[in-house]
C-alpha cells in the first residue's frame, strides 16, 4: 500500500466529524468527465459487498480511459480479498468496498497489509462518514476513500487521479475530426478548430492528419511540411518526445501539425493499436489533439472515434448525411454511455438552389442540438484554401468565424462571452434614449 493519501479525499469538514460524501458539492457530471482521465495499463482488482457498487464497477470497467487496464470483479469485500491476496500476488490496485464496523475494517486491512506488495494501491468504498475511519485508512497507506454509492465515473475520476498527476498538466484531449460524408468540410472544419483553439487560449495544439493519401492539413497551412506521420505509425515504439519534436512542423507559435505523407507509391495499412500508440505520445506532450480522420470506415478510424475525449461529426444538410451521422452517432451513444454526446457540425448550409433538410429536422431526427451552424460561402472558404490561411485570418468578418469559435470553446469546455452585433433592425440614433430610460428604471 501506498502512504500518500490523495489530496482530493482530504475532507474540508473534518472539524464537523463528518466527511462530505465524495460525491456532494458542486460538482457536475461533467465536470468529474473531464477529470476522469484515460489510466495506464494496470491491472485492478476489486472486492465488492453489494451489487450496486459491483454494477458501477463493471460499467467502469467497460469505459473507454479503461480500456488499457484489466479489471477483475470479486464479491465478498475485505474478507475476500484478505484471503485471496494470501495465495496470490497483489496487482496494482485493489478497491474493496467495506461495511464493517471501523475497528473489524481496520483488523482486515491489517490482515491485508501483511500480504500486500509496497507498489499496490488501496481504494476502500466504505458506507459511514467517518472522520476517524478515514484517518485510520489514510495512516494505514489506502489512497482512496469513497463513500457508497459511487457512481462509474466517481470511480474513474479516483482512479485516473492515483495514476495521473492532478497538479500538473492534464493529459493532453483527443479531439477526433470526421465527415458524414467524404468532402463534407471536415478537414476544414478540424483545420479551422484548432487554429482557433491555439490562438485563443494560447495552448499548444498538434493537428494530426490521418487522411494518409490525400490529407490537406500542409496545404490549408499553406505549409511544406515534414510528412512526419507516417514514421511514427510505423515504428510507434520509437516514438518520443525528441522524435515527435522533429516529426512535427511548426505553423505558429502554439500550432503543429503532424502531416500526411501524401504520396500514393505505398500502401497504408494502418494498425489501431499503431494509432493508439502514437496518439498516446502526442497527448502527453500537448493539451490538445485535433485528429482529421478521412472519411473511411476501419479498425482504426473506428478504434479512434471511439475512444476519443471529444467527437466532431461534420454534416451537409441533406438525407445521406443525415443517414450517416445518427450511424455514427448511435455507434458512439452504445459504446460511449458515460460521455456525452458528440459535437454536430451543420456545414455548407443555405447553399443556394440545393434543396436542404432543415437545421430543425436535421437536429430533430438525431436528437442531437449542432454545436455550430456553418454556411455555405464558397467565396470565403475557397479563397482560404487557395491561400493557405485559415477563415479568421482571411477574414475576420466572415460569418463562419463565429461559428468555429463556439465550437472550439465547447471542445475546450470554456464559454466566451461573444461580443453580440448590434441588431440591424434598431435605429442607431435610438440607442442613447433606450440607455437612459433603462437606467431610470
Ligand atoms: N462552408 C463551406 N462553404 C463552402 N465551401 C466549403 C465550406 N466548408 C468546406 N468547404 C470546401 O469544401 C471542400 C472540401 O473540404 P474538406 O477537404 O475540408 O472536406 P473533407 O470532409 O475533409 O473531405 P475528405 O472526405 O476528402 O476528407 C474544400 O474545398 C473546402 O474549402
Ligand atoms: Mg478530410
Not at 489510466?39 to 465488492?48: D, L, T, W, Y
Not at 491485508?112 to 458506507?127: F, N, R
Request: net charge negative; charged share 20%.
Amino acid at each position: 500500500m501506498t502512504r500518500q493519501a490523495h489530496a482530493h479525499a482530504v475532507p474540508s469538514m473534518e472539524d464537523a466529524g463528518q466527511l462530505m460524501p465524495y460525491s456532494e458539492g458542486a460538482e457536475t457530471v461533467n465536470e468529474s468527465l473531464i477529470k476522469a482521465r484515460p489510466i495506464p495499463r494496470i491491472s485492478i482488482q476489486a472486492f465488492c459487498e453489494g451489487n450496486t457498487t459491483a454494477e458501477a464497477l463493471q460499467v467502469a470497467a467497460e469505459d473507454r480511459r479503461l480500456a488499457k487496464t484489466h479489471v477483475s470483479l470479486h464479491m465478498g469485500g475485505a474478507p475476500a480479498a484478505v484471503a485471496h491476496y494470501q495465495e496470490s500476488p497483489t496487482p496494482n490496485l485493489i478497491v474493496i468496498e467495506s461495511s464493517l464496523p471501523r475497528a473489524q475494517m481496520l483488523g482486515e486491512l491489517d490482515k491485508l497489509a501483511e500480504s500486500c506488495d509496497s507498489g499496490t494501491k488501496v481504494v476502500i468504498v466504505g458506507h459511514v462518514n467517518d472522520v476517524i475511519l478515514y484517518r485510520e485508512l489514510l495512516k494505514r497507506g489506502v489512497s482512496e476513500y469513497l463513500v457508497a454509492p459511487v457512481t462509474p465515473l466517481q470511480l474513474m475520476e479516483s482512479i485516473s487521479n492515483l495514476y495521473n498527476n492532478p497538479d500538473s498538466d492534464p493529459v493532453g484531449n483527443v479531439m477526433a475530426f470526421v465527415g458524414a460524408k467524404g468532402g463534407v468540410g471536415s478537414s476544414t472544419v478540424c483545420h479551422n478548430a484548432a487554429w482557433t483553439l491555439s490562438e485563443v487560449l494560447k495552448s499548444n495544439v498538434v493537428i494530426a492528419d490521418l487522411d494518409m493519401a490525400f490529407g490537406t492539413t500542409g496545404l490549408d497551412f499553406n505549409q511544406d511540411p515534414v510528412q512526419g506521420i507516417a514514421e511514427a505509425l510505423g515504428s510507434p515504439e520509437r516514438l518520443d518526445e525528441v522524435l515527435l519534436d522533429r516529426l512535427l512542423t511548426k505553423c505558429s507559435n502554439h500550432l503543429s501539425i503532424f502531416a500526411a505523407p501524401v504520396v500514393l507509391d505505398r500502401d497504408y495499412d494502418l494498425s489501431a493499436e499503431a494509432c493508439t500508440t502514437v496518439l498516446d505520445v502526442v497527448r502527453q506532450n500537448v493539451p490538445f489533439v485535433a485528429v482529421d480522420l478521412p472519411h473511411t470506415w476501419t479498425s482504426w478510424t473506428k478504434r479512434i472515434l471511439l475512444s476519443a475525449d471529444e467527437v466532431v461529426i461534420t454534416a451537409v444538410p441533406d438525407l445521406a448525411n443525415l443517414r450517416n451521422a445518427k450511424n455514427i452517432i448511435d455507434l458512439l451513444k452504445q459504446s460511449r454511455s458515460n460521455d456525452g454526446p458528440p459535437h454536430l457540425v451543420l456545414n455548407m448550409a443555405n447553399m443556394p438552389k440545393r434543396p436542404e433538410i432543415s437545421v430543425k429536422e436535421f437536429s430533430q431526427s438525431l436528437d442531437l442540438k449542432p454545436t455550430a451552424i456553418i454556411e455555405f460561402d464558397v467565396e470565403t472558404f475557397g479563397q482560404a484554401a487557395n491561400n493557405g490561411q485559415m477563415i479568421e485570418e482571411l477574414n475576420k468578418k466572415a460569418k463562419a468565424v463565429a461559428a468555429i469559435h463556439d465550437l472550439a470553446m465547447a471542445l475546450a469546455h470554456r464559454k466566451e462571452v461573444r461580443v453580440e452585433p448590434k441588431k440591424s433592425g434598431m435605429p442607431n440614433a435610438f440607442a442613447p434614449l433606450l440607455e437612459k430610460l433603462k437606467f431610470k428604471r
